[in-house]
């Protein structure tokens, strides 16, 4: 089993160890570092995780997941540069920056691997996307894609579209949760209790969610299957309609992409560097 210090544990970095231990693996294989004290002392206490220095998670980890906000990158490079060593496998969970800034800045031939993952891998039910750099193998790929698998579903991409994947399941549960949010309120609206319309529109979320899954069709015929003729559900899909809730979705989409890159562009060596 691999030694893995994911570098950074904050959000998306607790999902990761929470998700690691739900699924088997043994604390004792996973390390974090953290900047806050307390933030370091809490995520040991809750699971039984190791908090060490950088050096010391690099000396002792075989894999790691470098999860820091793309605006603290810099810094942990500076740290971690001179003593990342090749036989040493790079995960990147940040958003926009590509492998080859890593590459550029480790020891030559250094593996690096770019994911894309989001937060429901703190209840094993992740999306992520891996992407291989230019000194990642096969075996690599496949030792994240198992590390991955172990907290939810893992597709493999070319590193020239993660950044719509992290406009699309990265930032995804984000508009779930908006949705849900929205849908709650307009419970709250027509005088039901918060708590029963919380459960109205959650479990209403999850069936849904279960059906897409499972289910042979498309979600268009799964909506059509609700909407009756004359009924209920036509009247709210044309305020949808009215309001461009679909265009809206879109943009929102289209936003974050163009985000994501933009994260990317400072860290490409020329500006046409593709990922
Ligand atoms: N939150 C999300 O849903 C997702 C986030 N990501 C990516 O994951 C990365 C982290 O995002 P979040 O977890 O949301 O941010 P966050 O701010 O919650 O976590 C980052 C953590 O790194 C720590 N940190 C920063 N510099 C450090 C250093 N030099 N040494 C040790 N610890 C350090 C911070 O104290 C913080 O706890 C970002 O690059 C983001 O693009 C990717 C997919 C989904
Ligand atoms: O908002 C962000 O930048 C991160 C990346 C994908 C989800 N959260």
Not at 123 to 150: F, P, Y
Request: aromatic share 4%; with cysteine; charged share 20%.
């Amino acid at each position: 089993m691999s030694t893995i210090a994911v570098l950074g544990a904050g959000k998306i970095g607790e999902s990761l160890l929470s998700g690691l231990i739900n699924a088997g693996y043994s604390p004792e294989d996973l390390l974090f570092t953290e900047r806050y004290q307390q933030r370091a002392d809490e995520l040991s206490e809750r699971y039984g995780v190791r908090g060490a220095d950088l050096p010391d998670a690099v000396r002792r980890a075989d894999v790691l997941v470098v999860s820091v906000k793309p605006q603290d990158i810099e810094a942990l490079l500076d740290e971690t540069a001179e003593i990342v060593t090749p036989d040493k496998l790079v995960v990147t969970l940040c958003a926009g920056l590509p492998t080859s800034m890593f590459e550029r800045r480790f020891a030559a031939g250094t593996p690096v691997v770019r994911v894309m993952p989001n937060t429901p891998m703190l209840v094993g039910e992740a999306m992520s996307a891996v992407s291989g750099g230019s000194h990642a193998t096969e075996s690599h790929l496949e030792l994240v894609e198992r590390m991955l698998g172990s907290v939810g579903r893992v597709v493999r991409v070319p590193e020239n579209q993660q950044d719509a994947v992290t406009a699309l399941s990265g930032s995804g549960p984000a508009y779930f949760f908006y949705l849900v949010e929205a849908m709650i309120d307009a419970g709250i609206l027509l005088g039901l209790p918060r708590a029963v319309a919380a459960e109205l529109v959650v479990q209403s979320a999850v069936g849904s969610a279960a059906m897409l899954r499972e289910g042979e069709g498309h979600p268009v015929i799964m909506r059509e299957g609700v909407t009756s003729p004359a009924g209920t559900t036509i009247s709210g899909v044309r305020e949808l309609e009215k309001h461009g809730v679909r265009a809206a979705l879109i943009d929102a989409v289209e936003a974050a992409h163009s985000r994501s890159v933009e994260l990317g562009a400072k860290h490409r060596q020329d500006p046409g560097e593709s990922d």
